[in-house]
């Protein structure tokens, strides 16, 4: 057994842990990558290429789910195309402003678009407020991926 690719794994995967709440890191990338490590470690006897696929497939079920959040949650809350492309343009822009940026991004952009749409200022907040839930879901949702990512990952270590 490796000990160095094993503590690089449980690094990563510490790491990868923080950013599914920290939008500065990429959460479940640096999990996998963790995991792929530390299934190296003893040159993938404990965990197979099978469970690595799985583990694969369930981090792929979370770009999506990432991607569209913001613009799910404000079509939820009868959003214009204009807010939905908003939101995902503040998500786009809010890359560039820090945790800020990335906390307010889709709800001022969600916010603009719906105001340029139909200029109701009520109207406009309620979408920006449910572009945001919608984040907050998405955030619940790459939390709950990750601890299956792990928990798959812990079963075949352990069997």
């Known amino acids: 057994m ?24 990429p959460g479940v990338p640096l999990v996998l990558g963790g995991l792929v490590l530390a299934a190296a470690s003893d040159g993938f006897e404990r965990v197979g290429w099978l469970p ?18 913001a613009a799910l949650g404000a079509k939820r809350v009868g959003a214009s195309r204009w807010a939905l492309a908003g939101a995902l343009a503040g998500s786009i822009a809010g890359l560039f402003f820090g945790l800020p940026g990335l906390v307010l991004g889709p709800f001022v952009g969600a916010f603009a678009g719906e105001w340029l749409a139909r200029r109701d200022l009520a109207g406009a907040g309620r979408v920006g407020l449910g572009t945001w839930l919608g984040m907050v879901v998405a955030a619940a949702a790459k939390i709950a991926i990750v601890f299956a990512m792990v928990g798959l990952f812990a079963a075949a270590w352990a069997l």
């Open 2 to 25: 490796e000990p160095l690719l094993l503590a690089a794994g449980i690094l990563l995967v510490v790491l990868g842990a923080a950013g599914t709440v920290l939008p500065v890191l």
């Open 52 to 69: 690595l696929l799985l583990i694969a497939l369930l981090a792929a079920l979370s770009l999506p789910v990432d991607a569209l959040a």
